[in-house]
Antibody, heavy 118, light 112 residues
């Protein structure tokens, strides 16, 4: 079964850091670009970042550039999101998603909640 | 970035009736080299992650009922639920993946 499982969310103070993980199974992880997408409470979806198959190219939404870093370990079938200088506006459920044909997000994890609050 | 605008923000339809959601992009998402529209539709139910319904504007994902129909090209797209079922109550998002991925604001579909 194709599956993505996120972990690492939690409560963090403004200015703090957090590292999210996404464990992939059921498909050849190294064959796919991978993305992070977030959803603030009661709000819509926002794509955050993605990584090329070998990690050599990474792209970010403007609002997180310089603060977030996406990485992957293909040997461990895992995707990561290092989040620094967190602000209350980063509070959201963070989803890991697979980039399918052309870049459509065809497989999603259940998400992990990140709350930034003092 | 390409801005995606959906209409309406919410719609209430009787069971068995048609529901229509529109999506407009601020610039074309049609790739002239392969004649494909980089436009997808997702369904999200409360407490669940989004589910891919339609990609390339009109191709149904495996397992998606054929009452979900995607159409349009260039900058104007439509998702039609031809005969609304109770399990279709959800929020629907359009998304372009032509460049930096962006989503519409979502349309809530309810039963009248």
């Amino acid at each position: 079964e194709v599956q993505l499982v996120e972990s690492g969310g939690g409560l963090v103070q403004p200015g703090g850091s957090l590292r999210l993980s996404c464990a992939a199974s059921g498909f050849t992880f190294s064959d796919y670009w991978m993305s992070w997408v977030r959803q603030a409470p009661g709000k819509g979806l926002e794509w955050v970042a993605n990584s090329k198959r070998d990690g050599s190219e990474r792209y970010y939404v403007v609002s997180v550039k310089g603060r977030f870093s996406i990485s992957r370990d293909n040997a461990k079938n895992s995707l990561y999101l290092q989040m620094n200088s967190l602000s209350v506006e980063d509070t959201a459920v963070y989803f890991c998603a697979r980039d399918g044909p052309g870049g459509v997000l065809d497989i999603w994890g259940q998400g992990t909640m990140v709350t930034v609050s003092s | 970035d390409i801005v995606m605008t959906q209409s309406p923000d919410s719609v209430a339809v009787s069971l068995g009736e048609r529901a229509t959601i529109n999506c407009k992009s601020s610039q074309s998402v049609l790739n002239s080299s392969n004649n494909k529209n980089y436009l997808a539709w997702y369904q999200q139910k409360p407490g669940q992650p989004p589910r891919l319904l339609i990609f390339w504007a009109s191709t149904r994902e495996s397992g998606v009922p054929d009452r979900f129909i995607g159409s349009g090209s260039g900058t104007d797209f439509t998702l039609t639920i031809s005969s609304l079922q109770a399990e279709d109550v959800a929020v629907y998002y359009c998304q372009q993946y032509s460049g930096t991925k962006t989503f519409g604001q979502g349309t809530k579909v309810e039963i009248k």
